[in-house]
């Protein structure tokens, strides 16, 4: 199974993102790791958090070579890119990352994450709509599996938005590769 690296601004819910991925694998029977960095975020630095997801032990939580990198802006991109395993995977925001030259032995899967989940009235949902287009992707969980890891992560918490809904299908939806 695959390391992952979900990064971004603070305030974009990538330590939110990582998280709903980690329980939903550990929903499906996987063993999982999940480790937030925290640091300047809350001033406007990046954010970001490692996931690991196996059927069997995990040695270390730390990813050092990423399977698929969630990247919602361009600093978080050009920290992360070079750590991505030649044909992994990166899950773009194409809403902040714009003309991005991106390696040629990566697959490539781009959303307008930001202006999708503004244009849903659901401004903090852009890391819904990315999850959206990860289970399109393939590369993890499929999308009822995604779908329904993220109704069941906000009702774990006590949150029923019906706009998260939204913004991961039209992230499904939209995603482009």
């Given at each position: 199974?695959?390391?992952?690296?979900?990064?971004?601004?603070?305030?974009?819910?990538?330590?939110?993102?990582?998280?709903?991925?980690?329980?939903?694998?550990?929903?499906?029977?996987?063993?999982?790791?999940?480790?937030?960095?925290?640091?300047?975020?809350?001033?406007?630095?990046?954010?970001?958090?490692?996931?690991?997801?196996?059927?069997?032990?995990?040695?270390?939580?730390?990813?050092?070579?990423?399977?698929?990198?969630?990247?919602?802006?361009?600093p978080?991109?050009a920290?992360f890119?070079?750590?991505?395993?030649?044909?992994?995977?990166?899950?773009?925001n194409?809403?902040?990352?714009?003309?991005?030259?991106?390696?040629?032995?990566?697959?490539?899967?781009?959303?307008?994450?930001?202006?999708?989940?503004?244009?849903?009235?659901?401004?903090?949902?852009?890391?819904?709509?990315?999850l959206?287009?990860?289970?399109?992707?393939g590369?993890?969980?499929?999308?009822?599996?995604?779908?329904?890891?993220v109704?069941?992560?906000?009702?774990?918490?006590?949150?029923?938005?019906?706009?998260?809904?939204?913004?991961?299908?039209?992230?499904?939806?939209?995603?482009?590769?």
């Amino acid at each position: 199974m695959p390391n992952l690296i979900f990064a971004g601004f603070g305030g974009q819910g990538v330590l939110t993102a990582g998280l709903i991925v980690a329980k939903t694998g550990m929903d499906n029977g996987k063993n999982v790791t999940w480790i937030p960095s925290y640091g300047s975020e809350m001033r406007g630095g990046t954010a970001n958090c490692n996931v690991k997801i196996d059927d069997g032990k995990i040695s270390s939580p730390f990813v050092k070579q990423i399977d698929i990198l969630v990247a919602m802006n361009v600093p978080s991109l050009a920290k992360f890119e070079p750590m991505v395993s030649s044909e992994g995977t990166i899950i773009a925001n194409k809403s902040m990352v714009k003309d991005w030259d991106f390696r040629s032995d990566l697959k490539v899967v781009e959303v307008e994450a930001t202006s999708i989940a503004e244009e849903l009235n659901n401004p903090k949902g852009s890391n819904i709509v990315i999850l959206g287009a990860l289970a399109m992707s393939g590369q993890l969980f499929d999308k009822d599996v995604m779908e329904k890891g993220v109704e069941a992560f906000f009702a774990s918490k006590g949150k029923n938005n019906p706009k998260n809904r939204e913004c991961f299908l039209k992230g499904f939806e939209c995603a482009i590769n």
